[in-house]
């Protein structure tokens, strides 16, 4: 599960930025080496996380993500023994008081009605569609296109789709999404 799924054990950006030298230096010694793109984007990640805590929370925009496995299998929220929307209802609670911009929903019973069940009959999705991003859009921006498709078949495939565009399930709150 920690390779799997990261983001559950905190690592939801890992970058490798260096490593050992695929060829021996001439003493024989394969020597650490920096990788120029990928510690110029680590420098980048850490300069935007920088100004982010300098700026102030009411500026600042969150994203919330709620468990749901296996996807499209009324498993959105659930966690044993856990009142994930209670929690999460709780959670806006205390962002507001802490000066962050969220719009509150009425009740714990309106914040789920409006993740699960909002807009969702609307697109044949198991949860409210927040945004639609279409296939043409999508395969344009994708750089790595050819490596999923080879796994996962022709976008934009059967998960979170009406087969013309994939759609980014959620609402929002202010400025959590």
């Known amino acids: 599960m920690m390779v799997a799924i990261p983001e559950l054990d905190g690592?939801?950006?890992p970058v490798v930025f260096g490593g050992r030298a695929a060829?021996?230096?001439p003493d024989g010694v394969c020597r650490m080496e920096v990788h120029p793109e990928r510690a110029k984007m680590l420098a980048s990640r850490v300069d935007r996380l920088i100004r982010l805590r300098r700026s102030a929370r009411s500026e600042r925009k969150l994203s919330i993500v709620i468990f749901s496995f296996p996807p499209?299998?009324?498993?959105?929220?659930?966690?044993a023994y856990l009142s994930v929307f209670a929690s999460l209802y709780n959670t806006l609670v205390?962002?507001?008081d802490a000066g962050y911009r969220v719009e509150?929903?009425?009740?714990?019973?309106?914040?789920r009605d409006r993740i699960i069940k909002g807009n969702a009959a609307n697109y044949g999705a198991h949860a409210?569609?927040?945004h639609r991003v279409t296939v043409d859009d999508y395969v344009a921006r994708e750089p790595y296109l050819k490596e999923i498709e080879e796994q996962w078949g022709p976008a934009p495939g059967?998960?979170?789709?009406d087969g013309q565009s994939i759609h980014v399930l959620g609402a929002q709150f202010g400025n959590v999404f």
């Open 11 to 13: 690592a939801t950006g």
């Open 23 to 25: 060829v021996p230096g």
């Open 72 to 79: 499209e299998a009324g498993a959105l929220g659930s966690a």
């Open 94 to 96: 205390e962002l507001d």
């Open 104 to 111: 509150l929903p009425e009740s714990v019973d309106d914040l």
């Open 128 to 130: 409210n569609v927040h």
């Open 158 to 161: 059967k998960a979170q789709s």
